[in-house]
């Protein structure tokens, strides 16, 4: 075990920077870029590999919560959730397994187009995801669902950001409803998603869980706290979220790609 000594000033930011990660994550996804640089700033003598396995935790913590708040409340079909997330919770595990084969700098750009185009599809069709109800079921879509629920855990596996954005636009397409309604569905997966990457993570011994523990509890205060706000905000919050999450994860990939 690495040594703990951040001092308290590194303990408040870590555990502060937890809790707006949680927030973030269940609003719309990408809690990683808050979390996973402030504990590489104040922990440097932690492995990157280390890191992003701490980190895993207390994603998976807080988006559990979040998952389970949300759901309750919005209330999808119990049985498709079961299906999707067991699936998403194999191929991200496969994902996990076989990163360390994939070229991150061939995926970056790509992924930036997606974003782009993402972002530009939901700017331009304010009416895309704005529905009531549960939305279209049966038939080519609870297929055209598991086929995107096991792309999108594979790609979580292998590279991750954008996910739940990924998992959002996916859920609401396929089956013609709301974005409230997606994103409880892809809190559910994605929980699922981080659970199969974390397995990899705990059997190759990179989880802090000293660190760990004290993250997932500030990770699961702010993911509650986000659940209430998206569930107050209804589908508008969500469609400017995701507009907001288009922009910072493009910004912060070419960076990584081109900086």
């Known amino acids: 075990m690495v040594g703990m000594d951040f001092g308290l000033s590194g303990w408040a930011i870590l555990t502060i920077g937890a809790g707006v990660a949680g927030w973030v994550d269940a609003v719309i996804g990408g809690g990683g870029l808050v979390l996973i640089p402030l504990i590489l700033a104040v922990a440097p003598q932690l492995a990157p590999a280390t890191a992003l396995a701490t980190n895993k ?3 998976v913590s807080g988006t559990a919560s979040a998952a389970v708040t949300m759901v309750r409340k919005v209330r999808p079909p119990k049985g498709e959730l079961i299906r999707m997330g067991l699936l998403a919770l194999l191929c991200s595990g496969l994902g996990a397994a076989v990163a360390s084969l994939m070229d991150t700098g061939v995926m970056r750009p790509i992924i930036i187009v997606l974003m782009v185009a993402v972002g530009i599809f939901v700017a331009f069709r304010p009416d895309f995801g704005s529905g009531e109800g549960l939305g279209v079921r049966g038939g080519w879509r609870t297929w055209a669902a598991l086929g995107a629920v096991a792309a999108i855990a594979f790609y979580d596996g292998i590279f991750g950001p954008g996910t739940g954005m990924f998992l959002i636009m996916a859920f609401t397409a396929i089956f013609s409803q709301n974005f409230l309604t997606s994103a409880a569905m892809a809190k559910v997966v994605n929980t699922c998603t981080n659970v ?9 011994g990179h989880v802090e869980w000293a660190l760990a523990v004290v993250l997932a509890v500030a990770n699961i205060i702010g993911a509650q706290l986000g659940a209430r706000t998206v ?7 969500i469609r400017y979220a995701l507009l907001t999450l288009v922009v910072v994860m493009s ?3 070419a960076w990584q790609q081109w900086g």
């Not at 569930?231 to 919050?237: A, F, I, K, N, Y």
């Open 231 to 237: 569930l107050g905000g209804g589908t508008r919050l």
């Open 57 to 59: 935790v207390a994603a």
């Open 251 to 253: 910004v912060y990939l």
């Open 196 to 204: 199969g990457a974390l397995v990899v993570f705990i059997t190759g």
